[in-house]
């Protein structure tokens, strides 16, 4: 003889909740299945709320938006991450006495690079084998950094000597190297520029002072 054990309460009680929900209770075959008619379809059916419909467009135009925003942007040329330093491989630089102010001197420097390019604080000039460094003339210092877009040219001012004959170890340079800063002051810019100088050379004292590099050559000419 077989013997039952009798299933706990609690059991029963979900296997018959579980048969309740997916339809596989089991039926008696004989009974009659009902005929389910339109009007109880249409009244079963499940119908969609204007709320649920704008719902769904809002959920969709977020996803379209979301994609959207993985686009790439484009990037601003000026912007200081996009810029490289002005030195003596992007640029061309040259060195010109001018008639006014009397002994005084314009470096003008030119963007010749693809990038745009800062022209940090001010030129360190040497002539020949000199062995100390021109001071800059404070007062010209810019609010904002030199920045050159290709094609543009930024400009210094350098005071060679004093008009009343007052500086000392007054010579005659023959060549003059011009330096570039980095982002730190008196740290390397990059490489130096060899502007051409007049066949009879630059004439040049203890007064030898430069401005700060500026976007507009008639200022420099102001020290």
Request: aromatic share 6%; charged share 15%.
């Amino acid at each position: 003889m077989r013997k039952y054990h009798a299933l706990p309460v609690a059991l029963l009680a979900a296997l018959a909740l579980t048969a309740c929900e997916d339809g596989t209770g089991t039926q008696d075959e004989g009974a009659a299945k009902p005929q389910m008619t339109s009007s109880t379809t249409a009244a079963t059916a499940p119908q969609q709320t204007s709320t649920d419909a704008k719902g769904t467009q809002s959920g969709t135009t977020g996803k379209a938006q979301g994609g959207n925003s993985g686009a790439a942007k484009p990037t601003d040329p000026a912007d200081p991450a996009n810029r490289v330093s002005c030195n003596g491989s992007n640029t061309t630089v040259t060195a010109q006495p001018v008639r006014r102010p009397v002994n005084h001197m314009l470096i003008t420097v030119k963007n010749t690079g693809s990038k745009y390019c800062d022209l940090t604080y001010y030129p360190v000039l040497r002539f020949d084998e000199m062995q100390w460094a021109p001071r800059p003339i404070e007062d010209s210092k810019p609010q904002a950094v030199t920045t050159l877009a290709p094609g543009e040219s930024g400009y210094a001012g350098v005071t060679l000597s004093a008009a009343d004959g007052s500086g000392d170890g007054g010579t005659t340079g023959r060549k003059l190297e011009v330096g570039f800063q980095g982002r730190t002051p008196n740290s390397n810019g990059g490489p130096s520029a060899l502007p051409t100088l007049p066949a009879k050379g630059m004439y040049y004292d203890s007064s030898l002072t430069a401005t700060y590099w500026l976007r507009d050559m008639d200022e420099a000419l102001t020290y």
